[in-house]
Structure formats: structure tokens, C-alpha cells
């Protein structure tokens, strides 16, 4: 069992519908859901972290895929932590 978290992301130009991915890291990515762009700037999501993978921090690279085939990346961006507590990793940003 793994670890979840609810994160917010900064940006310009969300649009309703935009997907975000995290990519490029090591063992599984988190699974993103409930995206929710608040505004044009900042969008909310869901992230269910398991529990498998590297037994030490493991940073992603951040993707936001607008409806309107924008996308915007920032490399390196997102780390999980592992953490020795009875709730497996959690996520800083």
C-alpha cells in the first residue's frame, strides 16, 4: 500500500480538461487524477504514490497536456520521499 497526496501546480495558460503526468523518474509514477484547473494558473490534483519502487527519494519531471495539444514541461520537478513511516512515501513539490 502506498501513499496519497493532493498537490497544487503554478503555470500559465491551463485550460479545463488539462492532463497532468509525472515521467522520467524511477520505479512506477505516481497515478494523477481529479485534475481540476482552478484558473489560468493554477490547477489541483490527486496523486496515488505506491508504495513499490527505489528505497530513496525518486524525482519526476511534471507535464501539463492542455485540450488544445499545449504542453508545458519542467524537468525534475517533483520529488517523492521515502519516508520509514507505517504510510510508505510522500510527496514534496
Same mark, same amino acid.
Given at each position: 500500500?502506498g501513499?496519497?497526496?493532493?498537490?497544487?501546480?503554478?503555470?500559465? !495558460?491551463?485550460?479545463?480538461?488539462?492532463? &497532468?503526468?509525472?515521467? *522520467? /523518474?524511477?520505479?512506477?509514477?505516481?497515478?494523477? =487524477?481529479?485534475? $481540476?484547473?482552478?484558473?489560468?494558473?493554477?490547477?489541483?490534483?490527486?496523486?496515488?504514490?505506491?508504495?513499490?519502487?527505489?528505497?530513496? !527519494?525518486?524525482?519526476?519531471?511534471?507535464? &501539463?497536456?492542455?485540450? *488544445? /495539444?499545449?504542453?508545458?514541461?519542467?524537468?525534475? =520537478?517533483?520529488? $517523492?520521499?521515502?519516508?520509514?513511516?507505517?504510510?510508505?512515501?510522500?510527496?514534496?513539490?
Amino acid at each position: 500500500m502506498g501513499s496519497e497526496a493532493e498537490v497544487t501546480v503554478y503555470g500559465s !495558460d491551463f485550460q479545463a480538461g488539462a492532463v &497532468v503526468l509525472l515521467e *522520467d /523518474g524511477q520505479g512506477r509514477p505516481p497515478t494523477v =487524477s481529479d485534475v $481540476v484547473v482552478l484558473d489560468a494558473n493554477t490547477l489541483t490534483a490527486h496523486l496515488a504514490i505506491p508504495a513499490a519502487g527505489p528505497k530513496q !527519494d525518486r524525482l519526476w519531471t511534471v507535464r &501539463v497536456t492542455n485540450p *488544445d /495539444g499545449g504542453t508545458a514541461v519542467l524537468p525534475a =520537478s517533483f520529488t $517523492v520521499t521515502v519516508s520509514q513511516g507505517p504510510n510508505g512515501p510522500s510527496a514534496t513539490q
